[in-house]
């Protein structure tokens, strides 16, 4: 499913719950950034993750790294008050 958000990055392409795993394994998340979790991607070189803290991040797919990550909400709510319909 496609979104667009209200917040930068502003589009939002989920991955199906039989690709999460395999995602995060393939780009190696557990390697480069411990306790997060990816669950979609910007369709520009970003992905959207679960922090360890709870909060949905951005993460880049190259330099990927806790400090690169950019608080996108604090929490899954407000992630997805800011989800607007599917494209």
């Known amino acids: 499913m496609f979104c ?3 917040e930068n990055p502003y589009y939002c392409e989920f991955w199906a719950l039989d ?5 995060n394994a393939e780009y190696q998340v557990p ?4 306790g997060y979790f990816g669950f979609a991607s910007s369709g520009g070189g970003e992905m959207f993750a ?8 951005c993460l880049p797919f190259i330099g990927m790294e806790p ?3 950019i608080e996108i909400a604090p929490t899954w ?3 997805e008050s800011q989800l ?4």
Request: charged share 25%; aromatic share 10%.
């Open 84 to 87: 607007r319909s599917p494209l």
């Open 31 to 34: 390697e480069y950034a411990s």
């Open 19 to 23: 690709e999460l795993e395999p995602f």
């Open 4 to 6: 667009e958000l209200d």
């Open 67 to 69: 400090k690169a990550a």
């Open 50 to 57: 679960i922090s360890p803290t709870g909060s949905v991040v």
């Open 77 to 79: 709510a407000v992630f």
